[in-house]
C-alpha cells in the first residue's frame, strides 16, 4: 500500500507519459491494456455496430484516474470517464483528507434485482393472489427453466413477490407480481426481462386476468449498497457547515436535487468507464431518493461528539459481466484498474467514492465556496476556448488563475483578451 501512495503522490502533475506509466505498474495492465487506455489503439466500429444502431463514429470523453482512495483498507485507483471540470481533482483532494484523519467502510444488503408482471384490470383480486401463491413453485421452478446459465453459476429467480396497486385514474386495482432474482455479476435486465415475459401467457392461464407490461424495475431495493465515513477530530465549524448543509437538503428538494447530482458526480463517471447503464442506476437511486413521497438527499452528515460521520444508502445495480464489460475494450481495463471481479464489489466502490464527492462539494460550499475551486480548475478550459493553441494554454492558464484571485471570477471575454496579449507578447522584438 505504501508504494501505491508514494507512486501517486502528485499524480496530477505528472505528465501524461508518466501517469500512463505508473497505472500500468500499480494496476498490473499488460501493453495491450495500456495502448486501450491511452488510445493508441482505437477501438473497432465492429463494437460500435454491435452496440447501437445506425454508427456514425465515437463521441470521445477524457478517463481520468482519482486517486488517494482506501476504501475498506484496500488502496484503489478509481477511473473515472467524465467531461466535467474539478470532479477528479474533488475526488482525490478530499479522498486524501479521509485517507489522512478517517476510514471508509462499505457493505451490501441483499443482491436481488426485480421484474415486474404487471395485470394491469383485475377482476378477481383473491382467486389471483390465492393461486398465485398456490403455483409460486411452479412458477419459480419455470423461471429458473429459463435461465440454466444463471442458475448454474449460483444465480436465479428466488422470490416471487405480490403486490396491489390502486389505479390512479379509475376504480380498480393492478395486481404486480415482483420476481426477484439473484443475478451473480451481471447487471441483470436482459435476464430479468426474458424471465417476465416467459411467464406471461402461464399466469395468464392460471389467473384469468391479462397480463400487461413485463419488465424489469430499476428502483433495487432489494439490492442496496451503504457506504460510511468517518473523519476525526473535525474543525466543529466546518462540521457544522456540512450538518447543515445536509439538513438544507433534507428541507428543500430544490437543493436536494443538486446535492443527490453531486453525489452523482462520482458513481456516473466510474459506470461510464466501466460500460456500466448509469441512466438506470441514476433512475433508480432518484426514485428510491423520492420513496418517502418527499424528495431527499441520498446522504447524510452529522457531528458525532468531535468526529464527522456520512453514510448513503442507494440501490447500485451494476454488472462486471455480460453486455458492454465484456464486449468494450476500454471497460474491461477500468475494471482490472479497480482490480474487481464481483458486481457486488463494483458496487461499493462507486457508493463510497460517491459519498466522498458529496462530501468534497459539501466542504466547498461550506467554506470556500464552490466557485473558487471550480474555476481555478476551469481556467484551462477557458484558454483552450479562447482559441489558445498547445504551447500557449498553461500561459493563458496562469495568468487567469491570477485574475481570478482579484476579481474573483473569471470568463471566455477575459481569457480571450489575455490570450491576444500573450500572442502580442510573443511578437515583439527581444530587447537585451
Known sequence: MEIQRQLTEGFH??????????????????????????GDRPMSFDIAEHLIENVLGYFSMPMGVATNFTIDGRDLLIPMA???????????????????????????????????????QVRDISFARRVLHEKRELLMGLANACVPGLVNRGGGVRDIAIREVPRPSEDGTMLVIHILCDPCDAMGANLINQVCEALKPRIEELTRERVGLCILS?????????????????????GRGIEEATLFAKADPYRASTHN?????????????????????????HAYAARSGKYQPITDWKMEGPDLVGRIEVPLAVGTA????RIHPMARVALKMLKVTQAEELARICAAVGLVQNLGALKALSTVG?????????????????????HEVAEVRDQLAKVLLVEKSINLSRAREILEAVRVAAQSPTVI
Open 261 to 285: 447530482k453531486g453525489v452523482l458526480n462520482g458513481i456516473d463517471p466510474i459506470l461510464i468507464a466501466t460500460g456500466n447503464d448509469w441512466r438506470a442506476v441514476e433512475a433508480g437511486i
Open 13 to 38: 502533475r505528472l505528465s501524461r507519459a508518466e501517469r500512463l506509466r505508473r497505472v500500468q505498474s500499480l494496476c498490473e495492465l499488460t501493453d495491450q491494456d495500456l495502448a486501450v487506455l491511452s
Open 82 to 120: 467524465v467531461e466535467e471540470t474539478s470532479i477528479i481533482a474533488a475526488a482525490s483532494a478530499t479522498a486524501k483528507w479521509i485517507r489522512r484523519e478517517g476510514s471508509i467502510r462499505t457493505y451490501s444488503k441483499g443482491n436481488l434485482i426485480i421484474g415486474q408482471v404487471q395485470l394491469p
Open 322 to 325: 455480460g453486455g458492454v464489460t
Open 370 to 390: 464552490i466557485v473558487k475551486g471550480h474555476m481555478q480548475l476551469h481556467a484551462a478550459n477557458l484558454a483552450i476556448a479562447a482559441g489558445a493553441e498547445i
Open 218 to 238: 430499476n428502483l433495487v431495493d432489494t439490492k442496496l449498497t451503504v457506504a460510511e465515513v468517518v473523519l476525526r477530530d473535525v474543525d466543529p465549524v466546518l
